[in-house]
């Protein structure tokens, strides 16, 4: 008998029909893979292009206006002598009653959803509706401070009821990455907490957070980068534009720098100057997030080393 070798083998024509549709198949996803990979590359070089762009023009604009005079003066109604100094003040008074607010009741949020809270419809209906806050639109939770803080606590326009105003605003997004990061946990460390005689606070408080911290922190950098450059919330709020005293409590008037951004845009029209100034207050906005974001991307990745 003869044997049959492989090269004198005759394939079927019906699997030769197959591994033509196999092989227009594999073509048409490795088209479709490279197209894809171009079409991304373009959206990202567009991306920054555009943020090039907008750069170029603040930095040609902010040319010559962001002094020592700028940065300490106090706001005027002359371009020339008009300065930042109280929408500085107003922005850190701000941020001193958010961040302890928002990083307190959001991680306890969590942490009760994610540890003790049963298991079941009402948890997660709490979970869903948590998640549909951090969608709702900024002026909504700026309509909710000033009926609850302004009018009914009488807080009014106080930098105490902003920061509770922004403090609602970025809570979710708090709370929605802290149990993300509570997940993230392996169950074997809680178990071996447990074995080891440890109570159920003990074992996230010593084990549970630290692993968790840097995704923590992660979500508390976003939502308070976007708490520093809202402009709705307090607008609603009946934050004031022009403001020439600086506040000294948190139940004193101010003004922040995108309320500040906002004003000086809006005068355009009618002074061209204020654009300069506008650009100028951009600036210090950004550089302002970037000391923020970086000091917290470190305390981050020094948690990350260590656990």
Known sequence: ???????????????????????????????????????????????LLVLGI??????????????WNFLTGKLSIFPEKAGIYGAILGSVWLMLIVVPVTLVLGVATAIYLEEYANKGRVQAFIKINISNLASVPSVIFGLLGLSVFGRMLNLGSSILAGGLTMSLLVLPIVVVASQEA??????FLREASYAMG???WTTIRKVVLPVALPGILTGSILALSRAIGETAPLVVL??????????????????V?????????????????????????????????????SAAIIIRNKFQKRF
């Open 238 to 255: 009946g934050i004031p534009t022009l403001i020439l005293k600086f506040p000294q409590s948190v139940m004193d008037d101010f003004t």
């Open 54 to 67: 907008l750069l170029y023009r603040i930095g040609i604009q902010s040319v010559g206006w962001i002094n």
């Open 198 to 200: 440890a109570d159920k």
């Open 1 to 47: 008998m003869k044997k049959k070798t492989l090269e004198g083998a005759r394939i079927p024509k019906a699997a030769s029909y197959k591994i033509e549709i196999d092989r227009d198949r594999i073509t048409r996803r490795i088209r479709k893979s490279n197209w894809s990979q171009h079409l991304f590359s373009l959206s990202t070089v567009f991306a």
């Open 257 to 293: 720098l995108p309320i500040q951004i906002y004003y000086w845009t809006l005068d355009t029209v009618l002074t061209p100057e204020y654009a300069n100034l506008a650009a100028a207050t951009i600036l210090v906005l950004l550089f302002v997030l970037f000391v923020m974001n």
């Open 182 to 187: 509570l997940k993230a946990v392996p169950g």
